[in-house]
């Protein structure tokens, strides 16, 4: 029978940036887990291998490796063949459930965050600065969706990877003057990969695909998020009164989450923060 695989990238981490997110997930979901690592991280590596995680190592430095993360999930997956993947971020996130517990409607899902991509500076920033003022003209209605968050079937997990990777290498962030100078990394543009997905997504570049509320989805975009209410058991709802399966961004709104997530980690145990 084939595996369910959660791949993240998790270079120059700490292992306490880490261990919410692996020991969270691991509560409920005993399938593949892959870490993309630094060379050099040999404590994240233990605390990793010691939670069964599959780990893949890189000379990419740390402020790179969110663009070129892609092309090391998609290396590693041509010698593999898995049911279903969920691709994500890591030190932001953790886990209430088992995410491929959900019966998902899409070959490929995504979870929108609660802003229109013209109502965010960050995002239409994103669009403009890679693909244009026209583009965003043209998309700049559609609910923002989020790259950090992305789950589908093998096969068309591997077709995103393999479109996002192509128009990070055909569509470049067009840097700020001084950053063009130095050759130093635009800090603006370190999220752009998510105008990649945008663009992808909403100009209908790939097919088989399904959206899911922040509100009322399985997975939780915190940035935005407009209610956040939790349970006895410290676990966030969604407007249907059911825990979301997967909290991202939570740091973005500490104050409200600090008391809940403290408990959570507690159970776990893990130290508070």
Same mark, same amino acid.
């Given at each position: 029978?084939?595996?369910? =695989?959660?791949?993240?990238?998790?270079?120059?981490?700490?292992?306490?940036?880490?261990?919410?997110?692996?020991?969270?997930?691991?509560? %409920?979901?005993?399938?593949?887990?892959?870490?993309?690592?630094?060379?050099?991280?040999?404590?994240?590596?233990?605390?990793?291998?010691?939670?069964?995680?599959?780990?893949?190592?890189?000379?990419?430095?740390?402020?790179?490796?969110?663009?070129?993360?892609?092309?090391?999930?998609?290396?590693? =997956?041509?010698?593999?063949?898995?049911?279903?993947?969920?691709?994500?971020?890591?030190?932001?996130? %953790?886990?209430?459930?088992?995410?491929?517990?959900?019966?998902?409607?899409?070959?490929?899902?995504?979870?929108?965050?609660?802003?229109?991509?013209?109502?965010?500076?960050?995002?239409?920033?994103?669009?403009?600065?890679?693909?244009?003022? &026209?583009?965003?003209?043209?998309?700049?209605?559609?609910?923002?969706?989020?790259?950090?968050?992305?789950?589908?079937?093998?096969?068309?997990?591997?077709? !995103?990877?393999?479109?996002?990777?192509?128009?990070?290498?055909?569509?470049?962030?067009?840097?700020?003057?001084?950053?063009?100078?130095?050759?130093?990394?635009?800090? &603006?543009?370190?999220?752009?990969?998510?105008?990649?997905?945008? %663009?992808?997504?909403?100009?209908?570049?790939?097919?088989?695909?399904?959206?899911?509320?922040?509100?009322?989805?399985?997975?939780?975009?915190?940035? !935005?998020?407009?209610?956040?209410?939790?349970?006895?058991?410290?676990?966030? =709802?969604?407007?249907?009164?059911?825990?979301?399966?997967?909290?991202?961004?939570?740091?973005?709104?500490?104050? &409200?989450?600090?008391?809940?997530?403290?408990?959570?980690?507690?159970?776990?145990?893990?130290?508070?923060?």
């Amino acid at each position: 029978m084939k595996k369910n =695989l959660v791949i993240a990238a998790a270079v120059g981490l700490k292992v306490d940036q880490i261990t919410f997110f692996i020991k969270s997930l691991r509560k %409920y979901y005993a399938e593949d887990v892959c870490f993309v690592i630094g060379q050099d991280d040999y404590e994240l590596e233990k605390e990793l291998e010691k939670n069964q995680a599959i780990i893949i190592k890189t000379k990419v430095p740390r402020k790179s490796i969110q663009f070129k993360r892609y092309k090391i999930f998609l290396e590693f =997956l041509k010698s593999k063949d898995y049911k279903n993947i969920l691709c994500c971020d890591s030190r932001d996130i %953790y886990f209430q459930s088992n995410p491929f517990d959900f019966k998902y409607d899409g070959e490929i899902n995504f979870f929108l965050e609660d802003r229109k991509i013209k109502d965010c500076p960050y995002n239409s920033n994103w669009i403009v600065k890679t693909y244009g003022k &026209e583009v965003l003209d043209n998309i700049g209605n559609k609910t923002i969706l989020c790259s950090g968050t992305v789950l589908g079937s093998y096969k068309k997990i591997k077709e !995103y990877l393999y479109l996002i990777n192509n128009n990070i290498s055909k569509f470049k962030y067009k840097r700020r003057l001084k950053y063009s100078l130095t050759f130093r990394i635009d800090p &603006e543009g370190r999220g752009c990969d998510q105008g990649h997905a945008n %663009y992808i997504v909403h100009k209908n570049k790939i097919k088989d695909i399904h959206f899911y509320s922040n509100n009322s989805g399985p997975f939780a975009t915190v940035f !935005y998020l407009e209610k956040i209410i939790f349970n006895k058991k410290f676990e966030l =709802l969604n407007c249907l009164n059911e825990p979301y399966a997967l909290v991202h961004q939570y740091d973005k709104k500490w104050n &409200e989450f600090k008391n809940s997530v403290n408990e959570v980690r507690k159970k776990l145990g893990i130290n508070q923060i």
